[in-house]
């Protein structure tokens, strides 16, 4: 009899900090204690809180361990499964509130109390190597009810009614764009496709949910087939993500085992089937066009629109093509009706929506909260704020595509056209915190780097135009700019976003024309002052030494690679600024916090 | 994305020329065959240099520059081998903004190896490599995918003494 069940978190960033190496001593310890037929490990999805990996969940009691080591698992079976004694040290503390036992739900705790689980509801709670996990948490009903009591417009009809929208970062309304390509049913060939080619850096909620839960995504893949009129699905996923791919292979395999895809699904004429396309790290495959031009097996260059997918899509045909969060939202929305959907979000914006926190803040990790919940709430109450005592700056939303949110519009629910109204975007949603030490140019110009790179090179606003706006950006980096340049970036992002052909050129300028907006002064002080007041950019700052801190250990001296510091021993040491490289070994190495840059 | 060429001399076994030709096979009528062929063809080899591009040209019937542009085009594929100890920086947002540039920055001035490089011996190879999704641990960097995080600049040297 199983009296225990052990839920160890599997996703990429434990499996980072070893959460395998965790399951293979638990399962051997176990095996050694003859607990094996009494305690059953689980290797689930993401948890959510990455920062404090690797996590596991002992039920029934719900006692949460973090920041768990392979050393530590004789001691849990010992005290906990043997003698009923959790192993406090390792139990989940919330930092602010001491006295918050284990024996509450984990539910109460500030990181998932405002969250609300629609797209990751399975996520670090099923197996997702195990189909009936799944079914038994009502998976495949929702394609059991289409198939058996709706018509495809009805389908079509429940989607639009419920307001999703495409959540890979443009916003359009999924059921219209099923609508647009369900002409012609049964008359032509259609291809239904999944966009997992996750690229904007930062973010990994698509990754998480292919981990976590992959029958959610191949359950509402076979919805919209059926919506359509398709038989053919397509799931582009990024081949940097091995243990995506292995669980989508081994949901594939089971799904058909169980007759829920290939022929005559639950008994109906309806026939669909699935294949995995990998994608091989260009962000531009992210667009659709560009997508469906790489399944195709080439380069991936977008092409203009219309044709529009859903009337010319992967090889010619019509495509419906969704990223893998909206199509977590699907299933759930065809169970639990129209009207539970919408009482989520705001006007516009509907549901829920996973944000990827990462950056300076104290809980890195997936969050998945309803529209219109403010920054604030996101990142002081379910973040946890800024560690190490810092101010918060500004979040990064969007990507390379996005733009930042300073900390004056923190209170901004967080919703679409919200976030496009102040200059950024939803993007697939990484939402990077960052504090006083980042320098906002530095920030427009690290993602400049990324679109320049990534730029496919078919149209020139974008090929050249990015290129041009980094070497600006280099510019002023380096000292030399001049306030002219800042008229130029503008009047050259503008061109760039109305000029280029695609998603990727539209969007590349917008994170220079937002710290443009909210942190000009600090252009500026790059530009006039020659200084950079995060203390980043390494031309314009020095090293020094502070004599009254420096107790003259010589250790910075014995550590500078280019002997740029000198002075006898207890007496205050110097750097010589015309050696000094700026590589920070001596600040990183100093007891006495005795350096530092200006 | 730019990619810098080789240096290392090529050593492709006539076994590992076989498993290739068999891929090809295997492929052959299949729509946009060109990516898994080249996907596997990595495998095969480690990576993808001019030799084994042109093999795959010739029996798939398609032109070299094809070819070529794809591999080219998409940052997975890599045309340099990787070295014996293969370092990946992660210079996703999340790792940047907490400094992983600085520890790039290190392991070069360390090695004497610029990003996207191997050491002419094949000893080392580096790499700056988009997000890999350990945000909660950044700033990360892997060696020979065994992953480090949570990391500052100090802690560089005594990683790579690991591994000398």
């Known amino acids: ?598 | 994305m730019k990619k810098n060429l080789t240096t290392v001399m090529f050593r492709g076994t006539k076994a590992q020329e076989e498993q290739l030709i068999a891929v090809i096979e295997k492929y052959r009528g299949t729509k946009g065959a060109l990516m898994p062929v080249l996907q596997e063809a990595q495998e095969i080899y480690g990576y993808l240099p001019i030799e084994v591009q042109k093999i795959i040209a010739t029996r798939m019937g398609i032109s070299l520059e094809e070819v070529y542009g794809v591999s080219t085009f998409y940052s997975q594929f890599v045309l340099n081998p990787k070295g014996e100890v293969a370092i990946a920086v992660c210079l996703g947002t999340a790792c940047y903004v907490k400094g992983s540039g600085d520890l790039l920055d290190k392991i070069t001035q360390v090695l004497g190896l610029p990003a996207g490089s191997t050491t002419p011996d094949g000893k080392y190879s580096l790499e700056a490599t988009r997000c890999i999704g350990a945000c909660g641990l950044a700033p990360v960097l892997t060696v020979n995918n065994e992953v480090y995080g949570k990391l500052g600049v100090g802690d560089i040297e005594g990683i790579l003494a690991k591994y000398k």
């Open chain 1, 1 to 598: 009899m199983i009296r225990t069940h052990v839920l160890i978190c599997g996703g990429t960033g434990c499996t980072s900090s070893n959460s395998l190496k965790i399951q293979e001593a638990m399962n051997a310890e176990l095996i050694a204690r003859g607990l094996e037929n009494e305690v059953k490990v689980v290797l689930t999805g993401c948890f959510g809180l990455c920062a404090l990996g690797p996590v596991m969940i002992v039920y029934p009691e719900g006692t949460f361990y973090s920041c768990v080591k392979p050393e530590d698992v004789p001691e849990i079976v010992e005290e906990h499964f043997l003698k009923g004694r959790p192993v406090e040290r390792l139990v989940y503390h919330e930092a602010k509130d001491e006295d918050i036992h284990h024996a509450t739900s984990l539910s109460e705790t500030a990181f998932y109390k405002k969250q609300k689980r629609v797209a990751l509801r399975n996520c670090g709670v099923i197996d997702p190597e195990n189909i009936d996990e799944y079914i038994a948490m009502d998976g495949y009903q929702a394609l059991g009810k289409v198939l058996t009591e709706m018509t495809p417009n009805d389908v079509i009809q429940t989607i639009l009614d419920s307001g999703l929208r495409g959540r890979g970062g443009g916003g359009f309304p999924t059921g219209l764009k099923w609508k647009f390509a369900s002409n012609n049913r049964g008359q032509v060939k259609k291809y239904v496709a999944c966009n997992a080619d996750e690229g904007d850096p930062g973010a990994f909620m698509d990754r998480s949910i292919l981990e976590g839960d992959p029958h959610a995504v191949i359950e509402a893949m076979a919805i919209a087939a059926y919506a359509i009129g398709a038989d053919e699905g397509f799931i582009y996923v990024r081949a940097e993500y091995p243990i995506a791919v292995h669980r989508l292979e081994v949901a594939i395999k089971q799904a058909r085992e169980y007759g829920l895809l290939g022929k005559n699904i639950f008994g109906t004429d309806f026939n669909f089937d699935i294949d995995l396309r990998f994608g091989a790290g260009a962000f531009v495959c992210g667009e659709e066009t560009a997508l469906m031009t790489s399944i195709e097996g080439n380069r991936g260059e977008p092409r203009p629109r219309p044709p529009f997918p859903a009337v010319k899509g992967l090889f010619g045909q019509p495509t419906v093509l969704n990223n893998v969060e909206t199509y977590a939202n699907i299933p759930q929305i065809i169970l639990k009706g129209v009207d539970w959907f919408t009482s989520m979000g705001t006007e516009k914006s509907k549901g829920t929506k996973v944000f990827a926190l990462g950056g300076k803040i104290t809980n890195t990790g997936l969050v998945e909260v309803p529209m219109g919940t403010t920054l604030r709430e996101v990142v002081e109450e379910i973040g946890g704020g800024i560690p190490n005592g810092k101010k918060f700056k500004a979040a990064q939303t969007g990507g390379p595509s996005g733009g930042c949110i300073p900390a004056d519009l923190i209170d901004t629910p967080i919703d679409y056209d919200n976030l496009i109204a102040i200059g950024s975007m939803m993007g697939s949603g990484g939402l990077i915190v960052m504090d006083e030490d980042t320098c906002m140019v530095d920030l427009a110009r690290f993602f400049l780097d990324f679109t320049v790179d990534e730029s496919c090179g078919k149209c020139t606003p974008c090929r050249v135009g990015t290129k041009r706006l980094l070497e600006i950006l280099d510019k002023i980096i380096a000292g030399n700019g001049e306030m002219e340049d800042l008229d130029r970036l503008e009047e050259l992002s503008n061109y760039i976003k109305s000029a280029s052909l695609c998603g990727l050129g539209q969007t590349a300028p917008n994170p220079v024309l937002s710290t443009l907006r909210y942190f000009r002064d600090e252009y500026i002080a790059h530009i006039v002052d020659k200084k950079c007041p995060a203390g980043v950019c390494k031309s314009l700052l020095q090293y020094k030494i502070d004599p009254d801190k420096c107790k003259g250990c010589t250790l910075c001296a014995r550590k500078c690679p280019v002997n740029a510091i000198s002075g006898t021993v207890k007496q205050p040491h110097v750097i010589d600024t015309s050696k000094c490289i700026k590589c920070g070994a001596c600040m990183d190495s100093c007891k006495f916090k005795a350096i530092y840059k200006e």
